[in-house]
């Protein structure tokens, strides 16, 4: 009988959620929704000295940021849910398994004190062992359970000596798994280490807790980073040694994120070098140290989306703008590839950019009016703040961008000097009062007229578009450039533009009109 697809994103909470993982998450809610499946939230704080405080609740909302809805997991039906290791351990999950491992002789118990470890691998080092391990070739001299009399060891925990419960790798077998990415991995035991699984605190290791809930929580495919790749061979043990082969998830690593020079995997340092956040929204650490996040410099949520899909993914079409239900269709594991790929810091800027202008008018106006406020300016109507929207977000990346420029809600006060030194000639001023006079004769002043009228004016003068366009913007906008002059003089009006044209006019040349 097929399984109904289930997923699980695992973070932990030491610290805020790289973009990373949320693209790790994206995948997985991706490839759940495809398959009319389930997305799950578990965090995975068996490691209590490195948690921070404030790290579940950012996972919590960045992932609602981000528009990944939870099917279970921390966050849903109530303030949490059930999925936290941490809890669980609590209700004894997990140790039943582990003295399973222990009675079948795939575990045992290590009593070695850190001093006696690093004196271990100091020796080994000296020996010429470049990376020491806890293994088969170590375990017979250590302090465990096989090393020492069953007396002894029992002795130990009657006097509850602190311990550790290390998985027992078997000598020169053969760990083979299909990875959905990579293909076959193969991996020799003599290169494993008897991993700790549990403490004698009762908490879980990872490697203890991920395989135990992913199994009690019937995961299907196990989607995470190559970082967890190493890890796949002892996971897969532990699935053969509890009995659980036959319903061991499928296993899928995803390539990382490289810098934007492709020379090693993207860091918060990049992100502060060159300018752009490297994490989904603001983090405030608990020393007060504050890092941007996407969210707080101005992108739009599915724009960020749009580009962490396509970082590591290739549809296999050129279409590069994506709604949630268009990737959700589309994606597929098969078209991840293997290789890193580069963060591209412009690229981004021009997803946003793209949402923004896919945005009606009357959406963007929304985002713009409380900017306006802020800025003081008089509320205009609606209607013109619509179309002021529309003139602006072909030139925009951000919503802050709309209003870069003020000319449209105040009258210019300093002109574009380069403007006037290049291209205000002798015959200027008498050019501009006859298009002036043009202008005021217009009936229906509306763009397309407007249009007509200076078309028809430059053209009877025998005069081309730089000896005219360039002075008219600079008296009505003070600026050497932007949007269609014929668009801006209709959303003004008629009387502000020759207002504004009066202005400028005396202003540069003290020329009364």
Not at 272 to 287: A, H, K, M, N
Not at 304 to 319: E, K, R
Request: hydrophobic share 40%; charged share 25%; net charge negative.
């Amino acid at each position: 009988m097929e399984r109904k697809v289930r997923v699980r994103f695992a973070p932990s909470p030491t610290g805020p959620l790289h973009i990373g993982g949320v693209r790790t998450a994206l995948y997985n809610y991706l490839f759940a929704k495809k398959h009319g499946g389930d997305f799950l939230l578990r965090i995975e704080d068996t490691d209590q000295t490195r948690y921070v405080k404030g790290a579940e609740d950012y996972i919590l909302e960045a992932l609602k940021w981000s528009g990944l809805t939870i099917d279970e997991g921390v966050g849903v039906g109530g303030e949490y849910g059930p999925y936290r290791q941490s809890e669980r351990k609590e209700a004894g999950i997990y140790k039943k398994y582990v003295d399973q491992l222990l009675a079948s002789g795939h575990a045992y118990y290590a009593f070695d004190t850190p001093e006696e470890l690093e004196e271990m691998r100091e020796n080994l080092k000296k020996a010429g062992v470049a990376a020491p391990q806890y293994n088969i070739n170590t375990r017979n001299s250590m302090k465990n359970s096989l090393s020492l009399s069953a007396e002894e060891v029992q002795k130990r925990l009657d006097n509850n000596e602190p311990y550790v419960v290390r998985i027992k790798i078997p000598r020169n077998e053969e760990v083979k798994f299909k990875d959905l990415i990579r293909g076959w991995v193969v991996v020799q035991t003599t290169n494993l280490d008897d991993k700790v699984l549990y403490k004698s605190d009762g908490m879980p290791t990872y490697h203890m807790a991920n395989i135990v809930d992913d199994y009690l929580m019937k995961i299907t495919h196990v989607i995470r980073g190559e970082e967890w790749l190493p890890s796949g061979p002892l996971h897969v043990l532990l699935y053969q040694y509890l009995g659980w082969e036959e319903v061991m998830p499928q296993f899928a690593h995803l390539p990382l994120i490289l810098k934007p020079d492709g020379n090693g995997k993207l860091s918060k340092r990049d992100g502060d070098r060159l300018g752009f956040p490297v994490f989904p929204i603001q983090w405030t650490s608990p020393e007060g140290e504050i890092s941007s996040g996407y969210r707080e410099s101005g992108y739009f949520p599915d724009a960020f989306i749009n580009m962490l899909a396509l970082l590591g993914w290739n549809p296999g079409t050129t279409q590069e703008i994506f709604s949630m239900e268009e990737l959700i269709q589309a994606f597929s594991l098969e078209k991840v590839g293997k290789s890193g790929s580069k963060f591209d810091p412009e690229k981004t800027r021009w997803f946003n950019a793209q949402y923004l202008r896919n945005k009606s008018n009357e959406e963007l106006a929304a985002f713009v009016k409380p900017l306006v406020a802020e800025k003081g300016f008089a509320m205009p109507s609606d209607s013109f703040l619509s179309q002021y929207c529309g003139l602006m977000k072909e030139r925009a990346v951000f919503i802050n961008d709309l209003l870069a420029e003020d000319y449209l809600f105040i009258a210019p006060t300093t002109y574009d000097e380069q403007t006037v030194n290049k291209k205000w000639k002798p015959e200027t001023p008498e050019i501009i009062k006859e298009l002036r006079t043009v202008l005021e004769n217009i009936v229906d002043f509306n763009a397309a007229n407007i249009e007509i009228a200076f078309k028809s004016f430059i053209e009877e003068k025998g005069l081309g578009f730089g000896a005219v366009l360039p002075n008219f913007r600079v008296l009505v906008t003070g600026m050497g450039m932007g949007p269609s002059m014929f668009e801006i003089c209709a959303l003004l009006g008629k009387e502000e533009t020759l207002r504004r044209i009066d202005v400028g006019m005396e202003k540069i040349l003290n020329v009364k009109m």
